[in-house]
């Protein structure tokens, strides 16, 4: 395990843009991250054992819970860092859902200490992607990554365009801009993703996936 920090009651929101996390693929086992740990978005579905310690609060008998990232928990700079502003930077801190805290210390508690390390993912099922745009923009939310969940690099191609990289912008989603990206009102669209584990093994996974969406011609 590594740096001990503390952890406190959800913030229920969308900040990595899953919207429902039961329909796509997660569910209530998740944490709000502190501004530290959110790094923008990049750590969306990442995921993290955690374990109670030092507490009179904790079950002692509980080894650990596995909690998913899929929130920020914003700072409050009104608060004192140690008392209530508890996702204020630099601060380490987990805003866990009350099924995963009641998993690890009694729910009264309100805040304890812990321990935490990060650990790949278990995803059931495939990869799943959201999608918005017209001819000239895209945008892709990408969801239930499994392993470690980072993803390194992402990339469309057309039906009539060459390869476009997508950049990060916010949460789990990535953006490409192109001028007539999608001219045809059906178009076979070809996304890429590099996916990287930071776990474990610096391994990186590639895999290509044919889509098939319906565009408003531009005008």
């Not at 001819?135 to 390869?163: F, H």
């Not at 076979?188 to 993703?193: G, T, V, Y």
Request: with cysteine.
């Amino acid at each position: 395990m590594k740096e001990k920090i503390l952890i406190g009651e959800i913030i229920r929101g969308g900040a990595c843009g899953y919207v429902n996390l039961f329909s796509n693929g997660y569910d209530t086992n998740t944490a709000a991250l502190s501004t530290t740990l959110f790094n923008n978005g990049f750590a969306c579905g990442t995921c993290y054992q955690m374990k109670c310690v030092q507490s009179p609060w904790c079950y002692p008998r509980v080894q650990f819970t596995t909690v998913i990232a899929t929130n920020l928990c914003p700072p409050n700079w009104s608060q004192d860092s140690s008392n209530g502003g508890w996702c204020n930077t630099p601060r380490v801190h987990f805003d866990m859902s009350k099924p995963a805290f009641m998993k690890i210390a009694q729910w009264k508690a309100g805040i304890v200490p812990v321990l935490n390390r990060r650990v790949p993912c278990v995803r059931p099922g495939e990869l799943r992607f959201s999608f918005q745009g017209n001819g000239y923009w895209l945008l892709v939310y990408v969801m239930n990554v499994g392993g470690g969940g980072d993803i390194a690099k992402m990339w469309v191609k057309g039906s009539k365009t060459g390869r476009i990289s997508m950049s990060h912008d916010w949460g789990a989603s990535y953006q490409a801009f192109a001028t007539h990206m999608l001219e045809c009102c059906t178009c076979k669209l070809e996304c890429r993703i590099d996916l990287q584990d930071k776990c474990e093994l610096p391994l990186i996974n590639k895999f290509t996936i044919a889509l098939f969406f319906s565009f408003l011609k531009p005008y």
